[in-house]
């Protein structure tokens, strides 16, 4: 028989049972809470409540390990909750699905939580810049910290400290990766909203970085003429020469292979997996072609006397398994008074993309193809690299024609027609 009485007591609790015959009896307390009994004599609590017109139970436990005063106050705890306007079955989903986190809710747990997931979609290098900046500017000062309790200011003390050393770029990442870990933080219930929100103006701003490029033909001729008299080592020289003339990536050039390259041909078969690509692009894309003008074609042959029983093209000194550094290069434009506010080794392919299309009337998205660029025709459709080959060889070597013309002081003319 159900009870009556207004209120339960802990002996009618104990003394509580459900008939052979019947599924189960209900024992009301007060509040909607009520004790569900079993014929087997299992006992359960629940609280009945409605929320959006709809009738709800929340389970608070089994007795006697929840007793009547603990039921008592889950209860008043649940309508604390949907007076906040919170529905306490779903509240209880979600503190379920928190408990599900193994790796734990520090910003450090989270954080290489979040890396793992997306490591697999990035490029092995991007993956491994990211793991290092969080690990040497992020790690060190908030990472032991949970990320619930991680304020504003905590966070802004941490990123102006690679603001003090000089590193404005390090630190607007720093701010990017943190949003990051914050929105992954929300998405799976380690933290209740992004903090990173309230930071923004408070870094100093950084407007990007600008390849110093030289795209004023004396002043290249200028600089053409500098390379050619450069004194230096002849592998670092051949990359020096190279730069201007083939205008690709520096990581591009540096590590480029003799087995990429068909001399006869005039090709240069840059692997997707060297590429500045998505991981998809690296590992499903075609290669990149880079037609060699007959004046590169006469400076790797020179090369291939030296560097040709070595794998790589530029070999580095110490370990001819490795290609030259970036720095090579850089140092030696350097020492030939062209600083990386006047010439850059990548602001080369500035030089090249604005000269062809202003000074020789290159079509531009014939420039954009040789720079490896993704471009577009009108209907949004993405051009195939490989295409317009016949074009970039001629371009290519017109580019080389010009830059010769430059090195020498000659008078240039503009070429009147375009290619494509």
């Known amino acids: 028989r159900e009870s009556r009485t207004p209120m339960l007591t802990n002996a009618e609790c104990a003394n509580a049972c459900c008939p052979p015959e019947r599924k189960q009896a209900r024992f009301r307390d007060s509040g909607g809470l009520y004790l569900q009994v079993s014929p087997n004599g299992s006992k359960r609590w629940f609280l ?23 039921a008592r106050k889950a209860r008043d705890a649940a309508k604390l909750q949907k007076a906040a306007g919170l529905d306490p079955v779903q509240a209880r989903k979600v503190e379920k699905l928190k408990a599900t986190n193994p ?25 491994e810049r990211a793991l290092r900046q969080l690990e040497r500017d992020l790690f060190p000062w908030i990472g032991p910290r949970r ?34 870990v914050w929105r992954y933080g929300v998405a799976t219930g380690r933290v209740s909203r992004d903090i990173t929100a309230d930071l923004k103006g408070a870094l100093t701003p950084y ?11 004396v002043k290249l001729g200028e600089l053409l003429r500098a390379i050619q008299a450069y004194r230096g080592g002849p592998i670092v020289r051949a990359a020096l020469q190279l ?44 290669p990149h072609l880079v037609p060699l003008p007959r004046q590169a074609v006469e400076i790797l042959r020179e090369l291939h006397q030296l560097t040709g029983r070595s794998a790589l093209v530029f070999p580095g000194e110490r370990n001819h398994e490795r290609p030259i550094s970036e720095n090579s290069v850089r140092t030696a434009l350097i020492s030939m008074g062209y600083t990386p506010d006047l010439q850059t080794w990548h602001g080369f392919r500035a030089t090249a993309r604005t000269m062809l299309a202003e000074r020789l009337d290159f079509d531009p998205l014939v420039i954009e193809a040789q720079l490896a660029h993704a471009v577009k025709d009108a209907n949004g459709r993405a051009y195939n690299r490989t295409q317009y080959l016949k074009h970039r060889a001629a371009m290519m070597q017109a580019w080389a024609d010009y830059l010769d013309k430059l090195r020498q002081g000659s008078e240039v003319i503009q070429l009147p027609q375009r290619t494509a």
């Open 48 to 70: 009945k409540y409605r929320t959006g017109g709809k009738e709800k139970q929340l389970a608070l436990g089994s007795y006697p390990d929840v007793g009547l005063t603990a």
């Open 103 to 127: 790796a734990g809710d520090t910003f450090q747990a989270v954080a290489l939580e979040w890396h793992a997931k997306q490591a697999p979609q990035w490029s092995e290098g991007h993956a």
């Open 147 to 180: 990320l619930s309790e991680i304020e504003p200011v905590e966070l802004l003390a941490t990123l102006r400290k690679i603001e003090e050393r000089g590193a404005i770029e390090t630190a607007d990442r720093g701010l990017m990766l943190c949003r990051q």
């Open 207 to 217: 407007r990007g970085r600008h390849f110093a490029a030289i795209t004023e033909p």
């Open 243 to 286: 730069a201007p003339l083939l205008f690709q990536r520096p990581g591009e050039l540096r590590a480029a292979a003799w087995a990429e390259i068909d001399l006869d041909a005039a090709l240069w078969t840059i692997p997707p997996a060297r590429m500045k690509r998505e991981k998809d692009g690296k590992e499903n894309g075609a």
